[in-house]
C-alpha cells in the first residue's frame, strides 16, 4: 500500500505526459520508427545483450578481405608485439567472443572507470548534434529538475561545472539485480556505465538514437 501512494503521483504525470505523446501525430510516427529500429537491431531480444571477453584468437591479415585486411594493418595496439605484424598476425578490435562470457564483477568495474570517461565524450557530441539537454544543479532554483542544452552551455565553464554527471552504479543495487534479476550472472550487467541525455521532442532523441547508431566509436 505504501509503494503505491509513494508511486501514484509519478504514474499520473507518466500517464499525463504519454496522452500528450500519443496525441501528437509526429510523436507517435516517431515511437513507430523507434519499434522498428529496435526490431531491426535486436535489442526486443533479451538475449541479445550480454557482456562478453575479447576473442583470444588471432587473425592472420592474409586471410581477411582486402578492406578489412587494410583497416586491421593500421590498428597498432601498445601491447601487441612487433613480432605478430611481421607475421602478418593481430588482433582485431571489437571481436567479443560469444562462447566467453564476463563472471567477475571486479573486471565489469575496472573496465566501466575508464569506460565513464570514454561515454561522456561521446554523450557530448550526440547532445551537441540534436538539441540534447543534461541535468544541471538546481541550487537556488524552484523547480525540481533544471535541465540546459548541452549546445547553449558548453563554452561556459561555470554552467558545465553544474551538470550532474552520472557516475558507476553502486555496488549494492549491482549485487541486487545480479541476485534478483540476473541469476548471478555478471554478464548481463549491462550499465555500470550510463548516461542520460533528455529531449524535449520525440523527433530530436529519434535523430540522437540515428547518430549514436552510426557513431563508428560504439557498437550497439
Not at 27 to 45: K, P, Y
Not at 98 to 125: D, G, M, P, W
Not at 144 to 166: G, H, M, T
Request: with cysteine; glycine share 4%; net charge positive.
Amino acid at each position: 500500500w505504501l509503494s503505491k501512494k509513494l508511486l501514484k503521483q509519478d504514474k499520473m504525470r507518466y500517464e499525463d505526459l504519454w496522452r500528450k505523446v500519443m496525441a501528437n501525430k509526429d510523436s507517435v510516427a516517431c515511437i513507430d520508427h523507434l519499434a522498428g529500429v529496435m526490431r531491426m537491431i535486436g535489442l526486443d531480444d533479451q538475449d541479445y545483450c550480454r557482456q562478453q571477453n575479447r576473442s583470444k584468437k588471432r587473425l592472420r591479415a592474409d586471410w581477411l578481405p582486402t578492406q578489412l585486411r587494410a583497416e586491421g594493418t593500421s590498428i597498432t595496439a601498445p601491447t601487441l608485439n612487433p613480432i605478430f605484424a611481421e607475421l602478418d598476425r593481430m588482433d582485431l578490435q571489437g571481436r567479443p567472443d560469444s562462447k566467453s562470457l564476463v563472471t567477475s564483477c571486479n573486471q565489469l568495474y575496472a573496465q566501466s572507470a575508464f569506460a565513464l570517461v570514454l561515454l561522456a565524450e561521446r554523450v557530448k557530441n550526440w547532445a551537441e548534434r540534436t538539441q540534447g539537454m543534461f541535468r544541471v544543479d538546481s541550487e537556488g532554483s524552484e523547480q525540481e529538475n533544471s535541465f540546459a542544452v548541452w549546445r547553449d552551455i558548453k563554452d561556459d565553464p561555470d554552467l558545465v561545472a553544474k551538470v550532474r554527471w552520472p557516475v558507476a552504479k553502486r555496488h549494492e543495487r549491482a549485487v541486487e539485480k545480479l541476485l534478483r534479476s540476473y541469476q548471478n550472472s555478471p554478464s548481463k550487467l549491462l550499465d555500470l556505465t550510463r548516461s542520460c541525455i533528455i529531449f524535449e521532442n520525440m523527433t530530436d532523441l529519434t535523430n540522437c538514437l540515428g547518430i549514436i547508431i552510426t557513431d563508428e566509436n560504439v557498437r550497439v
